[in-house]
């Protein structure tokens, strides 16, 4: 069963603006960790956030923000004041507690930031 | 921040050949080390999880006689491909992650391997 659910393959913005990356997830688990990465067209993947089940705020990391409702299981990521490098694939994934060794990774979405 | 070398970046070798991909943490004791297998504008695909010290645990598809990981020691892991053939073409990626909850996986920046 699919566990982290990402619904836009492919999301445009332009430079300065706001965009929000949608993900969901589903897990039995009360004891989970979500985590976003970039991978740009190079290839690496590069650490964005984390957001753990028990932490009470939204965690935030400089121009992203981690919208997190835990009722909807969602945790959506925020990217203020887009830039051209913001440009890239996005991935959300998930680690559940009792799995502890085990992330898994949505789909991911291609994200384009127009000038 | 945490650092995973991964050599090489980019493989082209002929059918038959195994083909050895090592993964590095360089600031941090990696205790689990994972390898995945990504093909063109797909997701990343979990092949095996490694224990340093242990033998893989490999996702269930993975072949374990093809795609042999090694993870000698607490900074190290290698994958090699066996006999490789232009099926096991792919963008094959490397993570390593401390001991203790709730720690991010770091990535090396991938291999891409092409067989002829």
């Known amino acids: 069963a699919q566990k982290i659910t990402q619904t836009q393959p492919g999301m445009f913005v332009q430079e300065k603006e706001a965009v929000t990356l949608d993900c969901t997830y589903d897990?039995?688990?009360?004891?989970?960790?979500l985590f976003w990465y970039k991978q740009p067209s190079s290839g690496e993947m590069i650490f964005l956030i984390y957001?753990?089940?028990?932490?009470?705020q939204n965690a935030t990391e400089g121009r992203y923000s981690l919208n997190f409702q835990k009722a909807r299981k969602s945790a959506n990521l925020v990217i203020s004041a887009s830039q051209l490098g913001d440009s890239a694939m996005y991935f959300c994934?998930?680690?559940?507690?009792?799995?502890?060794?085990?992330?898994?990774f949505g789909a991911g979405t291609r994200l384009t930031v127009k000038p | 921040g945490a650092v995973v070398s991964q050599h090489p970046s980019r493989v082209i070798c002929k059918s038959g050949t195994s083909v050895k991909i090592e993964c590095r943490s360089l600031?941090?004791?990696?205790?689990?080390m994972f390898w995945y297998r990504q093909f063109p504008k797909q997701s990343l695909m979990l092949m095996a999880t490694?224990?340093?010290?242990?033998?893989?645990?490999?996702e269930q598809g993975v072949e374990k006689d093809k795609f042999l990981i090694n993870h000698a020691s607490l900074t190290l892991s290698t994958l090699t491909v066996t006999s490789a053939h232009p099926e096991d073409s792919s963008f094959y990626i490397c993570?390593?992650?401390?001991?203790?909850?709730?720690?991010?996986?770091?990535f090396g920046d991938g291999t891409r391997l092409s067989i002829l």
């Open positions: 993570s390593a992650r401390a001991a203790g909850p709730n720690q991010p996986q770091h």
């Open positions: 897990t039995s688990d009360p004891s989970y960790g």
């Open positions: 957001q753990g089940s028990y932490d009470q």
């Open positions: 994934a998930m680690r559940e507690g009792r799995r502890d060794n085990d992330m898994r």
């Open positions: 600031d941090f004791q990696a205790t689990t």
């Open positions: 490694s224990n340093e010290g242990s033998k893989a645990t490999y």
